[in-house]
């Protein structure tokens, strides 16, 4: 079945620190991928996207390309602030014969420190 | 503005008791879903359903019921049946139609249910 690899946390950084957070996949067809935040108390809420092979997403300076050779979609953002600090999700959508679904990531907690 | 709306943010139940949480979406969308999130964990989806009056079980349904009388509505039921609902319900939806564009998932702002 389809599923979503994300690096472990807590990640902890120094504001305007350069952020890497690690996505693998694993889908049948072509899903679209997407990244999305949680602050706390909150749903969720979508960061940036990709709906095919080599598209790169991006929105409040973080970016994601879509690797199809390689089925990831790391999140990176060149200066962290202390208001990026969340919970971000990896997911993938995909549709097959037996229906559609979202896969999630297990979530990533950032905090940035001052 | 468009969006998708859960209520009441905090529920509390008491052992026993079947609860229904409320999603409402004016998206127009076809596809909603059910997630229950624990802390410091992941999603996991309870149900989902592609279209009024159809509906499939996700990964963790049992203790769970929903119905989709409307497109706009997809309500959530916590019966007596589940043993551990104290957990933080997030509803979402999406178009559901086609691949790639216009796929992502709208969430609500969620419920937090705890069992007192």
């Known amino acids: 079945g389809n599923s979503v690899t994300q690096m472990e946390g807590p990640v902890t950084l120094s504001e305007e620190a350069f952020l890497t957070i690690n996505c693998t996949y694993t889908?049948?067809?072509?899903?679209?991928l997407f990244w999305y935040v949680q602050y706390p108390g909150e749903g969720l809420q979508l960061l940036l996207k990709?709906?095919?092979?080599?598209d790169k997403g991006s929105n409040k300076g973080f970016e994601a390309t879509y690797r199809k050779e390689t089925t990831s979609f790391h999140l990176e953002k060149g200066s962290v602030q202390v208001s990026d600090s969340a919970v971000y999700f990896c997911?993938?959508?995909?549709?097959?014969?037996?229906?559609?679904?979202?896969?999630f990531g297990p979530g990533t907690r950032l905090s940035v420190l001052p | 503005d468009g969006g998708i709306t859960q209520s009441p943010k905090y529920l509390f139940r008491k052992e026993g008791q079947n609860v229904t949480l409320s999603c409402e979406q004016n998206?127009?969308?076809?596809?909603m879903y059910w997630y229950r999130q624990d802390p410091g964990q992941g999603l996991r989806l309870i149900y989902y359903?592609?279209?009024?009056?159809?509906?499939q079980k996700g990964d963790i349904a049992e203790g769970y019921s929903v119905s989709r009388e409307k497109k706009e509505s997809f309500p959530l039921t916590v019966t007596s049946a589940q043993k551990n609902p104290t957990a933080f319900y997030l509803c979402?939806?999406?178009?559901?139609?086609?691949?790639?564009?216009?796929?992502?998932?709208?969430f609500g702002q969620g419920t937090r249910l705890t069992v007192v």
């Open positions: 998206l127009n969308h076809d596809a």
């Open positions: 359903s592609q279209i009024v009056n159809d509906f």
């Open positions: 990709a709906t095919k092979a080599d």
């Open positions: 997911a993938l959508f995909s549709r097959d014969n037996y229906g559609q679904n979202f896969v």
């Open positions: 889908a049948t067809g072509y899903p679209s």
């Open positions: 979402a939806s999406n178009s559901g139609t086609g691949r790639g564009m216009n796929t992502e998932a709208f």
